[in-house]
């Protein structure tokens, strides 16, 4: 296979903390932070569809800002009560589908990301659920991501692979049984890696979102990053990396660091020449 493409995108854009770290000091007029982050990057997640289901005057706007950078993706988190609650109902199911539309039509939508909890295990209960995903949203690409090592075997890949869903390879403190960072594809259009950081301290603490994901990784974590990125570059086309260390701008930081570690940078500078 030939290696495949590196693609580098942001969990989220709308942080207070970036302000003067990634996004200008003195922003210009009619400054989008959106429409900022498409002329760097090749995607971006979407964080506010876990809280709540966008409405489509909300997701259209993603696109208009966006237009201009005909190669920009989203990946759209999948509503918290399908992913925590584990609930699949139409009132919501709908709705949600529904608010993807103007991605869908403009060439937008990448895909689906379906984050699930520390707390949901590998069980026959929990992997029937899972099942059920492809059924509800079989018009996406669905990217599951889990943060317990017991789904890290064999046979749960085997059954990714059989409902074409592609496996989240994740860095993320290694605590107890929680998932190390792998080196998996189940899909071999589409690998996809979330980098979390490695927070020893807060993860599992009650101090909030920020505090979870306030890291910086350093050069040798970096390295041995982008040489698990590699590997995965031989098994599928595309592989998506995302940086959910939000705080302070380290996720966009450390991102472009990956990208003169894996010589995208240097691909992007000859296609300009």
């Given at each position: 296979?030939i290696?495949g ?11 207070k ?8 000091e ?38 208009q ?14 509503y918290?009560?399908f ?9 919501e199911?709908?709705?949600?589908k ?10 937008k ?13 590998l069980?026959?209960?929990?992997l029937n ?12 690409q ?20 059989e409902n074409?869903m ?19 594809a ?16 807060t993860?599992?603490?009650d ?36 940086g ?5 701008g ?7 660091e990956?990208?003169?570690?894996l010589?995208?940078?240097k ?7």
């Amino acid at each position: 296979m030939i290696e495949g493409q590196y693609l580098f995108g942001p969990a989220g854009w709308s942080y207070k903390d970036w302000h003067g770290t990634v996004y200008p000091e003195e922003k210009p007029k009619n400054f989008d932070a959106l429409r900022f982050l498409a002329e760097t990057f090749d995607f971006v997640e979407v964080n506010t569809s876990f809280y709540h289901i966008p409405s489509q005057k909300l997701t259209s706007g993603w696109v208009q800002k966006t237009q201009d950078h005909e190669h920009f993706k989203f990946w759209v988190k999948a509503y918290q009560n399908f992913t925590h609650q584990l609930t699949l109902v139409k009132d919501e199911v709908e709705p949600f589908k529904k608010s993807l539309e103007p991605l869908v039509k403009a060439s937008k939508l990448e895909g689906l990301l379906a984050q699930f909890p520390y707390s949901f295990k590998l069980n026959s209960d929990n992997l029937n659920y899972l099942l059920t995903l492809p059924r509800a949203f079989g018009e996406f690409q669905l990217a599951i991501e889990f943060r317990h090592n017991s789904w890290n075997r064999e046979e749960v890949f085997a059954a990714l692979r059989e409902n074409h869903m592609i496996w989240v390879n994740i860095d993320q403190p290694v605590i107890s049984q929680s998932l190390p960072l792998t080196a998996v594809a189940t899909n071999e259009r589409v690998s996809y890696v979330r980098l979390h950081g490695r927070n020893y301290q807060t993860w599992f603490s009650d101090e909030g979102r920020d505090a979870r994901y306030n890291y910086d990784y350093q050069a040798l974590e970096l390295n041995q990053i982008a040489e698990t990125i590699k590997k995965l570059a031989q098994l599928a086309k595309k592989i998506f990396i995302s940086g959910n260390n939000h705080y302070k701008g380290s996720a966009v930081k450390n991102l472009k660091e990956l990208k003169k570690l894996l010589g995208k940078e240097k691909e992007e500078e000859n296609r300009k020449e």
